[in-house]
């Protein structure tokens, strides 16, 4: 069983930076895929970034990329969203999903393991 801890949430405004935290307890990130995923008010849930953890291998969406670094810390089994020009329509809650896969996954049916999520908003 893995649990996942989001912090680094909060208000900012437009064209700031936030880097958000997941802390992983009960297993190591060692042999899973970790991603995050936003979800505003009356939307649906969407993928923003993905890390395969043993092959440092990442992933995007696209209105994301050059603006979003997702990243690891091996000693602290911890994934760190480096979000940097904030844009208004970032503003989401942010949830941290783990699953136990060496692949690439954007589908959030695919995660087992969630976060409680972040709250971020970005004010114009």
């Known amino acids: 069983q893995v649990q996942l801890v989001e912090s680094g949430g909060g208000l900012v405004q437009a064209g700031g930076s936030l880097r958000l935290s997941c802390a992983a307890s009960?297993?190591?990130?060692?042999?899973?895929?970790v991603g995050w995923f936003r979800q505003a008010p009356g939307k649906e849930r969407e993928f923003v970034a993905t890390?395969?953890?043993?092959?440092?291998?990442?992933y995007y969406r696209d209105s994301v990329k050059g603006r979003f670094t997702i990243s690891k810390d091996n000693a602290k089994n911890t994934v760190y969203l480096q979000m940097n020009s904030l844009k208004p329509d970032d503003t989401a809650v942010y949830y941290c999903?783990?699953?136990?896969?060496?692949?690439?996954?954007?589908?959030?049916?695919?995660?087992?393991?969630w976060g409680q999520g972040t709250q971020v908003t970005v004010s114009s």
């Open positions: 999903a783990a699953d136990r896969t060496l692949v690439r996954v954007t589908n959030a049916r695919a995660y087992n393991y």
């Open positions: 890390i395969v953890w043993s092959a440092d291998s990442t």
């Open positions: 009960g297993r190591t990130f060692s042999t899973y895929t």
